[in-house]
T-cell receptor, first 111, second 115 residues
Framework: AQTVTQSQPEMSVQEAETVTLSCTYD???????LFWYKQPPSRQMILVIR??????QNATENRFSVNFQKAAKSFSLKISDSQLGDAAMYFC????????FGSGTKLNVKP | EPEVTQTPSHQVTQMGQEVILRCVPI?????FYWYRQILGQKVEFLVS????????KSEIFDDQFSVERPDGSNFTLKIRSTKLEDSAMYFC?????????????FGPGTRLTVL
């Protein structure tokens, strides 16, 4: 069964510093998508970054990058130069026929 | 930039009443989805819809729920007789390709409160 695990319920980072959020997943599939979504207090789900499993190159989107380790089934998100607006819940998600979300990591950004 | 919209942003209803949550997916998308998020919990998949029929549904999506694309732009989720435990945030999403092949774009959500 596909499961997504985020082992860090809450994390804090100083403004301008770098933080890494962890995510692991379980699947027997070889081709799938992985995502990080941001959910601010408004509770809207905002796509941050996505990774296609067949691509070895790690996805990058401005200050956001991932470390995708397919064999280890690990998909971490690195946020560089953290900004106050990055404070939110971050959800890791796996997509193959159905969408599975992790339980989320609350990121606090300290000024 | 195109986006998914949802109305209303907040719906309050009495237990046992029917509610219809509305979504306007991105115009050239063909695949539509509903998810829910009970407060403090993870987002859960409810149903996916393609070519005017349900393609996947979760165990949560029982006979109380139905989806419809009544016209070329709207995608609705109906809950026939609401229960207290239906109180949640409901997200609509759409994608150009099938699950597992394309990014899903989420709407801002409808907060449903059942009293």
């Amino acid at each position: 069964a596909q499961t997504v695990t985020q082992s860090q319920p809450e994390m804090s980072v100083q403004e301008a510093e770098t933080v890494t959020l962890s995510c692991t997943y379980d699947t027997s599939e070889s081709d799938y998508y992985l995502f990080w979504y941001k959910q601010p207090p408004s509770r809207q789900m905002i796509l941050v970054i996505r990774q296609e499993a067949y691509k070895q190159q790690n996805a990058t989107e401005n200050r956001f990058s991932v470390n995708f380790q397919k064999a280890a089934k690990s998909f971490s998100l690195k946020i560089s130069d953290s900004q106050l607006g990055d404070a939110a819940m971050y959800f890791c998600a796996y997509d193959f026929n159905k969408f599975y979300f992790g339980s989320g990591t609350k990121l606090n950004v300290k000024p | 930039e195109p986006e998914v919209t949802q109305t209303p942003s907040h719906q309050v209803t009495q237990m046992g009443q029917e509610v219809i949550l509305r979504c306007v997916p991105i115009s050239n998308h063909l695949y539509f989805y509903w998810y829910r998020q009970i407060l403090g919990q993870k987002v859960e998949f409810l149903v996916s819809f393609y070519n005017n029929e349900i393609s996947e549904k979760s165990e949560i999506f029982d006979d109380q729920f139905s989806v419809e694309r009544p016209d070329g732009s709207n995608f609705t989720l109906k809950i026939r007789s609401t229960k207290l435990e239906d109180s949640a945030m409901y997200f609509c999403a759409s994608s150009g390709g099938a699950m597992g092949t394309d990014t899903q774009y989420f709407g801002p959500g409808t907060r449903l409160t059942v009293l």
